[in-house]
């Protein structure tokens, strides 16, 4: 699809998980090739078998070079767990899965870490390898680690969502790390660069969170002279894709598009809902909140690209009208 001829800035999606990843990969679709920057969480980080694995630069990297697999939306389509199942033969603990075509991405981003490259730079070199246009962009290059406070003790991120099953209820979230991290010099020339901001509909506690918690990151969102949108993670009281619904609540939040406009309201200009949530159009306006109503479901890629278009011209609209 050729590149929309209104877009002179850069479009900045602020993304993790598989929800940020689909929207990311829509706005993609419209052919905006390096106008398109995501910032995306890297909290989740962790260490696994000597490796250092970004499960969420992966998911966006995997889905906008076509090879994630559309069954889980995380990991390569058909790849496959021999290595994995050899770490089982030699009793190594195989909880969180690893397919042989994903290691080779996990090798070589610590061997280009344990080089000295920055991570960003190591995302770039992968990332155009795969023939991705758009620029993915770590958060940070320091490494910050989501912490999650359960009633069984604290759990890194990893612990609690994959191998627990996010079973254990929420009771607080911290991010290690958080107070040394800056954004990086190519997410601030993101910023400075853009044209609309869009909050993609990834958890906001553990996606967008560690973002918002960068040292400067939500004051440069409060001051910013263009459009600012989110897209609903929560569609008629439920997310459509993992614990954000049960996180909201353990942590006294409101489990709806207005729950998640409260997280955001300091800089958010407007916020993207499902028809299941019109009956919140007017409790958003009232909270200053422009609400854009759509079917905000991606069931396919023709969706993806569907709501990305939406959204884009939902936030061209506001532009001027509410900074």
């Not at 991405?105 to 610590?110: E, Q, S, V």
């Not at 993609?200 to 004051?219: D, H, M, Q, T, Y």
């Not at 309201?265 to 019109?278: A, H, S």
């Amino acid at each position: 699809m050729a590149q929309p001829p209104e877009v002179t800035g850069t479009v900045v999606v602020l993304a993790g998980g598989v929800g940020g990843a689909k929207l990311a990969h829509g706005f993609a679709q419209l052919g905006l090739g390096h106008r398109l920057a995501i910032i995306v969480n890297t909290a989740d980080d962790f260490e696994l078998y000597g490796l250092t694995i970004s499960p969420d630069l992966d998911t966006v990297m995997y889905t906008l070079a076509g090879i994630a697999n559309p069954a889980t939306g995380w990991g390569i389509l058909g790849d496959t767990a021999n290595t994995l199942a050899m770490l089982g033969r030699y009793g190594r603990p195989t909880w969180f899965w690893l397919g042989d075509r994903d290691l080779a991405t996990h090798i070589l981003r610590t061997e280009r870490l344990h080089q000295g490259a920055r991570l960003t730079e190591v995302i770039s070199e992968l990332a155009g390898a795969l023939g991705v246009a758009a620029r993915i962009l770590p958060m940070c290059d320091e490494p910050v680690r989501t912490i999650v406070h359960t009633p069984v003790g604290d759990l890194p991120f990893q612990e609690y969502f994959v191998r627990r099953r996010q079973q254990d209820p929420v009771l607080g979230v911290r991010f290690d790390g958080i107070e040394h991290a800056r954004p990086t010099p190519e997410v601030e020339r993101a910023l400075e660069e853009a044209e609309i901001v869009v909050l993609a509909p990834s958890n906001p506690i553990v996606s967008i969170g560690p973002l918002l918690a960068l040292p400067g990151f939500r004051e440069r969102l409060r001051h910013a002279t263009v459009p600012i949108v989110a897209v609903s993670p929560i569609v008629g009281g439920r997310a459509l894709k993992g614990p954000a619904d049960r996180m909201l609540a353990s942590l006294g939040h409101e489990v709806s598009p207005l729950g998640v406009a409260r997280l955001y309201q300091d800089f958010l200009d407007g916020l993207v809902i499902d028809v299941q949530d019109t009956a919140l159009a007017d409790a958003l306006r009232n909270m200053g909140i422009e609400p854009y109503v759509t079917d905000a479901v991606m069931h396919d890629e023709s969706d993806r690209a569907r709501l990305a278009r939406e959204t884009l011209d939902f936030a061209r609209r506001l532009h001027g009208v509410t900074r």
